[in-house]
């Protein structure tokens, strides 16, 4: 049996730029999937689809066991959406943004008073509640889109990117949010660019990249594929960083990378804490001095960069967006979207947001 989030082949082009090139998935009841992907990868897109806001050219999808393209009236009942960017009334102030979409879900006036400032307190907007939105900060618009995607507890959630640009502490709590909400049963498709999110909430990880879902695994499953353990060292003396690099090359299981602005070194090893001892002695005898050195399980930036030859934060100086398979190892950082991508995003924004809002209205 399909799960609550079933995709099949969805395939959407936007002039000759292949934004999903094929992408299924299938997420079980009351889990999280985190879609991990950097700039221009097809997070969005493919939430816009699941989400009924967009028609792909090919494929199929289901959420809640519904046909999204035969009957997206019937998905929206089932959805709640945050996407990438805010879609709050800016007139309105927080309270009565979040009371107006408890009335559009018909709960009486008093319910939606009292969930709505339920809400307020849980996303720390409780001072800020009766201020207008547009006098709220980024981060405040972004927690007070995501109080109002939780008003009604829909059994299948969207988020888009929903922690990019809340700080660490705001980060955290809706961490807590998410795993409370799916320790209720909420299926939750989650994107985002940091690793560690991934890491953190999802019980599953689809690693995409220009359109195709290119790995797919528990966090675990995705770091064993990098092969074990790392040490890291960092010199004291930038002249000694070859040095190093030499040393670690004897102990490794594969290519001593080095990261040059920051005098660190790194290198897949197997053996463990024994081996880091032999590590040190060696760079002692050798006179190199450093500053720091350790131990460390890959991280899933590891994973990334092992499976698409760059990182999963797009540098914006490097990228020169010319688009070619990633998966045969580009060289250094590179995407889809390069400056002018960026720019183009930005555009986007008014469109999404007004298409946020539509779904909003269709669902309640
Ligand atoms: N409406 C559109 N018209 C033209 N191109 C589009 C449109 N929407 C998306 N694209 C392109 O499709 C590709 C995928 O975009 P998408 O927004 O899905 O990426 P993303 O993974 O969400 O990226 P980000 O991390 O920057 O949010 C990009 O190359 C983008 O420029
Ligand atoms: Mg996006």
Same mark, same amino acid.
Request: proline share 3%; hydrophobic share 40%; net charge negative.
């Given at each position: 049996?399909?799960?609550?989030?079933?995709?099949?082949?969805?395939?959407?082009?936007?002039?000759?730029?292949?934004?999903?090139?094929?992408?299924?998935?299938?997420?079980?009841?009351?889990?999280?999937?985190?879609?991990?992907?950097?700039?221009?990868?097809?997070?969005?897109?493919?939430?816009?689809?699941?989400?009924?806001?967009?028609?792909?050219?090919?494929?199929?999808?289901? $959420?809640?066991?519904?046909? $999204?393209?035969?009957?997206?009236?019937?998905?929206?009942?089932?959805?709640?959406? *945050?996407?990438?960017?805010?879609?709050?009334?800016?007139?309105?102030?927080?309270?009565?943004?979040?009371?107006?979409?408890?009335?559009?879900?018909?709960?009486?006036?008093?319910?939606?008073?009292?969930?709505?400032?339920?809400?307020?307190?849980?996303?720390?907007?409780?001072?800020?509640?009766?201020?207008?939105?547009?006098?709220?900060?980024?981060?405040?618009?972004?927690?007070?889109?995501?109080?109002?995607?939780?008003?009604?507890? /829909?059994?299948?959630?969207?988020?888009?990117?929903?922690?990019?640009?809340? %700080? /660490?502490?705001?980060?955290?709590?809706?961490?807590?949010?998410?795993?409370?909400?799916?320790?209720?049963?909420?299926?939750?498709?989650?994107?985002?660019?940091?690793?560690?999110?991934? %890491?953190?909430?999802?019980?599953?990880?689809?690693?995409?990249?220009?359109?195709?879902?290119?790995?797919?695994?528990?966090?675990?499953?995705?770091?064993?594929?990098?092969?074990?353990?790392?040490?890291?060292?960092?010199?004291?003396?930038?002249?000694?960083? !070859?040095?190093?690099?030499?040393?670690?090359?004897?102990?490794?299981?594969?290519?001593?990378?080095?990261?040059?602005?920051?005098?660190?070194?790194?290198?897949?090893?197997?053996?463990?804490?024994?081996?880091? !001892?032999?590590?040190?002695?060696?760079?002692?005898?050798?006179?190199?001095?450093?500053? %720091?050195?350790?131990?460390?399980? /890959?991280?899933?930036?590891?994973?990334?960069?092992?499976?698409?030859?760059?990182?999963?934060?797009?540098?914006?100086?490097?990228?020169?967006?010319?688009?070619?398979?990633?998966?045969?190892? !580009?060289?250094?950082?590179?995407?889809?979207?390069?400056?002018?991508?960026?720019?183009?995003?930005?555009?986007?924004?008014?469109?999404? *947001? !007004?298409?946020?809002?539509?779904?909003?209205?269709?669902?309640?």
């Amino acid at each position: 049996m399909p799960g609550a989030i079933y995709a099949e082949g969805l395939v959407k082009t936007f002039g000759d730029v292949r934004a999903l090139d094929g992408v299924d998935l299938d997420v079980p009841e009351g889990t999280v999937l985190g879609m991990l992907g950097p700039n221009g990868a097809g997070k969005t897109t493919a939430v816009r689809v699941l989400t009924t806001l967009l028609k792909p050219d090919r494929g199929r999808a289901e $959420v809640a066991g519904i046909d $999204v393209l035969r009957k997206p009236n019937e998905v929206r009942r089932s959805i709640g959406l *945050s996407g990438q960017f805010a879609a709050v009334d800016e007139y309105l102030t927080g309270r009565e943004n979040l009371q107006m979409v408890g009335q559009l879900y018909q709960m009486s006036g008093r319910a939606a008073k009292a969930r709505a400032g339920e809400l307020l307190e849980r996303f720390h907007l409780t001072d800020a509640a009766d201020r207008p939105a547009k006098t709220y900060s980024g981060g405040m618009r972004r927690r007070l889109d995501l109080a109002a995607a939780l008003v009604v507890s /829909p059994p299948v959630m969207f988020m888009d990117e929903p922690t990019t640009g809340l %700080d /660490p502490r705001n980060r955290q709590q809706l961490w807590e949010v998410i795993r409370e909400l799916v320790a209720g049963g909420t299926t939750l498709l989650l994107t985002t660019q940091y690793l560690e999110e991934a %890491d953190h909430l999802a019980h599953d990880i689809a690693v995409v990249d220009h359109g195709r879902v290119i790995a797919r695994g528990t966090s675990d499953q995705l770091k064993a594929r990098t092969g074990g353990e790392r040490v890291e060292l960092v010199v004291h003396e930038r002249e000694h960083i !070859a040095a190093a690099q030499q040393v670690l090359r004897g102990f490794g299981k594969g290519e001593a990378t080095i990261e040059e602005h920051i005098r660190k070194v790194t290198v897949p090893v197997t053996g463990g804490a024994k081996l880091l !001892a032999e590590v040190i002695r060696e760079l002692d005898s050798r006179g190199i001095e450093i500053d %720091d050195i350790g131990l460390r399980r /890959p991280t899933l930036d590891d994973v990334f960069i092992s499976l698409t030859g760059h990182a999963a934060e797009i540098d914006e100086e490097a990228a020169d967006g010319d688009g070619e398979d990633a998966t045969k190892g !580009a060289k250094g950082a590179k995407g889809k979207t390069g400056k002018a991508g960026r720019t183009g995003k930005k555009n986007a924004e008014g469109t999404e *947001s !007004a298409e946020g809002a539509a779904a909003k209205e269709g669902t309640k």
